[in-house]
């Protein structure tokens, strides 16, 4: 099973990749749908995430043995809610964005709900102790 580490590095690699497609080999799809715009907004919200991925996988690593198994848990569950808005959020508005399938948009806000969970789940984690009792 990948690590969240590998699975931050793939979801940036992917986010460069993703966005240098659009700016360059889609741009023409993407401006003649009108929806170039959300291929930017997605890119940008899948490397931020990406980002916050790398950040927990590696406060997961660095207190692997230190860290209070709840504040643990929350940096877990921030990551996997991130990865979940990644896909829903960034992943919808991408097929929307390349195939003109509006209809799709109407996922997007869900991903948004998971980003915003994963946030909320990394506040929570914060106010846990760092150290076992």
């Known amino acids: 099973m990948p690590t969240m580490l590998s699975l931050?590095?793939?979801?940036?690699?992917?986010?460069?990749?993703?966005g240098a497609m659009g700016t360059h080999a889609l741009k023409p799809l993407l401006t003649a749908h009108g929806l170039l715009e959300a291929w930017h907004t997605a890119v940008?919200?899948?490397?931020?995430h990406a980002v916050a991925l790398l950040a927990v996988s590696l406060a997961l690593d660095a207190g692997?043995?230190?860290?209070?198994?709840?504040?643990?848990?929350?940096?877990?569950?921030?990551?996997?809610?991130?990865?979940?808005?990644?896909?829903?959020?960034?992943?919808?508005?991408y097929f929307m964005a390349a195939f003109d399938w509006r209809r799709l948009?109407?996922?997007?806000?869900?991903g948004g709900v998971a980003l915003l969970?994963?946030?909320?789940?990394?506040?929570h984690a914060g106010w846990r102790r760092s150290t076992p009792p």
Do not use: N
């Open 8 to 18: 931050a590095g793939f979801s940036g690699l992917l986010a460069v990749a993703l």
């Open 117 to 123: 969970a994963g946030w909320a789940c990394l506040i």
């Open 44 to 48: 940008l919200y899948h490397l931020v």
């Open 64 to 93: 692997a043995t230190q860290l209070h198994p709840r504040r643990a848990a929350g940096l877990r569950a921030a990551g996997v809610c991130w990865l979940t808005g990644i896909i829903l959020f960034s992943g919808s508005l």
């Open 105 to 110: 948009g109407i996922v997007t806000p869900f």
